[in-house]
């Protein structure tokens, strides 16, 4: 299956031990129960099952600074704050809107324990931590799997936020100021649809990049 957004780098396929409703154990063995949390056997990553063709990933939502872990050493530290509340809202609402669930991989250790969106080595440096990002992907993994025995195509979102004070929104279209300040009939030319993340989305969408972007 081929999904219409881009997701965290670095997917792997190392095993991660399940627990479900909160508790750990053995891996809970698939099919998985909509709407049910399943954790790694740390407890530091959370899969929310669904039953429709949508992933939520939230690398940066954590809020978990347990003291047997070091602190990363290289990298971005901040938090993206309030994604991993935005997650289970934006799942809640779904759930409400369509009868379904999406699938929801959250990583809840705090970024200077845990960078789930960049590659090892920068992303932890402790074997614990890269066993949690080990996890992260290998959860997200069996989301993009549990889709597939439904649908031939899913969509993934990599939600993000910022922590920094200035109060914006930053659009992740890897298109610049600029081009999104272009003219409807500007962004239709010149190869724009193919630099962005949603070229597959432009590429299906009757109104071309510029109807899905505005």
Same mark, same amino acid.
């Given at each position: 299956m081929s999904f219409r957004a881009s997701l965290t780098r670095g997917y792997v396929l190392a095993a991660a031990l399940l627990a479900a409703c909160g508790t750990a154990g053995p891996e809970a063995p698939a099919p998985y129960t909509a709407g049910t949390s399943y954790f790694s056997v740390d407890g530091y990553v959370e899969y929310i099952a669904g039953d429709l063709p949508l992933l939520i990933t939230v690398p940066h939502g954590g809020t978990m600074q347990p003291l047997s872990l070091p602190d990363r050493t290289t990298g971005v530290f901040a938090s993206d704050l309030n994604t991993q509340d935005l997650a289970r809202r934006i799942a809640s609402a779904i759930r409400r809107a369509t009868?379904?669930? *999406?699938?929801?991989? @959250?990583?809840?250790?705090? !970024?200077?324990?845990? $960078?789930?969106? !960049?590659?090892?080595p920068e992303a932890a440096d402790d074997p614990a931590a890269r066993e949690a990002w080990s996890a992260f992907h290998r959860l997200a993994e069996t989301a993009r799997e549990q889709i597939a025995q439904r /649908?031939?195509?899913?969509?993934? @979102? $990599?939600?993000?936020?910022?922590?920094? *004070? @200035?109060? !914006?929104?930053?659009?992740?279209?890897?298109? =610049? &100021? #600029? /081009?999104?300040?272009?003219? $409807? &009939? +500007?962004?239709?030319?010149?190869?724009? +649809? &193919? #630099?962005? =993340?949603? !070229? $597959?989305? #432009?590429a299906r969408s009757p109104g071309g990049l510029s109807g899905l972007l505005r």
């Open positions: 009868g379904g669930y *999406p699938h929801v991989v @959250i990583c809840l250790l705090h !970024r200077t324990k845990l $960078d789930c969106n !960049r590659d090892l /649908t031939l195509t899913g969509f993934a @979102i $990599d939600l993000h936020g910022h922590g920094h *004070p @200035i109060q !914006r929104v930053e659009l992740g279209y890897l298109l =610049s &100021a #600029a /081009t999104l300040g272009l003219s $409807d &009939a +500007a962004l239709q030319q010149g190869g724009h +649809a &193919a #630099a962005t =993340s949603v !070229r $597959d989305l #432009a």
